[in-house]
């Protein structure tokens, strides 16, 4: 049966990792603008967005699982990890420590979202006068963790579309058996 947003060949999820305040809700809001679903909140302490993409002819329906918060003790629980085909590491350019502990999240994914596509994403780059995170340690980082690496800013919207685009890319590869 098809109806109205369900109508997708096939949903996708997708995770938002990193230290508080990073800036994982607004990239995951600028992406979506207008499908954010609150009413997933109370029964599994996850916001929830959904934006539907179309790539090689397919409607695929990725679901942006976003924390509600959790990420303040380090320490996600594992069925927010669990079937993720992409799992954004999100830093924030100005803040060092967020950037420092990457290796922490990046092993959380590897432990229970082993399949997925990971991204580093290094967020907030409309604060050139207070970056202290520069972009060649953020590639570093990137092939440290066996991630992608992409800089954003979810203020200004530069490099979002690029983020989810490269993940809707890796599903249908992966659904049509085209990556291991
Ligand atoms: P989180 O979900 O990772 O905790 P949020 O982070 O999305 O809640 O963002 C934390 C703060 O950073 C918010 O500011 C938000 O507006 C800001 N922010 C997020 N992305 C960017 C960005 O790309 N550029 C700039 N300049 N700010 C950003 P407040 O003031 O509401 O706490
Ligand atoms: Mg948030």
């Known amino acids: 049966?098809?109806?109205?947003?369900?109508?997708?060949?096939?949903?996708?999820?997708?995770?938002?990792?990193?230290?508080?305040?990073?800036?994982?809700?607004?990239?995951?809001?600028?992406?979506?603008?207008?499908?954010?679903?609150?009413?997933?909140?109370?029964?599994?302490?996850?916001?929830?967005?959904?934006?539907?993409?179309?790539?090689?002819?397919?409607?695929?329906?990725?679901?942006?699982?976003?924390?509600?918060?959790?990420?303040?003790?380090?320490?996600?629980?594992?069925?927010?990890?669990?079937?993720?085909?992409?799992?954004?590491?999100?830093?924030?350019?100005t803040n060092r420590d967020s950037f420092d502990n990457l290796p922490t999240w990046s092993r959380q994914v590897d432990k229970h979202a082993g399949e997925s596509l990971k991204i580093v994403i290094g967020n907030k780059i409309d604060l050139k006068d207070e970056r202290v995170v520069e972009e060649n340690e953020g590639q570093g980082m990137g092939k440290q963790l066996g991630a992608e690496f992409i800089e954003t800013s979810a203020k200004d919207g530069d490099n979002i579309e690029n983020v989810f685009e490269r993940i809707a890319l890796y599903a249908i590869n992966r659904v049509r058996g085209r990556v291991p």
């Open 1 to 93: 049966m098809t109806s109205g947003i369900d109508d997708a060949d096939v949903s996708l999820k997708v995770i938002a990792v990193g230290d508080a305040a990073v800036g994982k809700t607004s990239i995951a809001g600028r992406y979506v603008t207008g499908s954010f679903e609150s009413s997933y909140k109370a029964t599994i302490g996850t916001d929830i967005f959904r934006k539907i993409v179309t790539v090689e002819g397919r409607r695929i329906a990725l679901l942006i699982y976003d924390t509600a918060g959790q990420e303040r003790f380090r320490n996600l629980v594992e069925r927010y990890f669990i079937g993720a085909i992409g799992a954004l590491m999100v830093y924030d350019i």
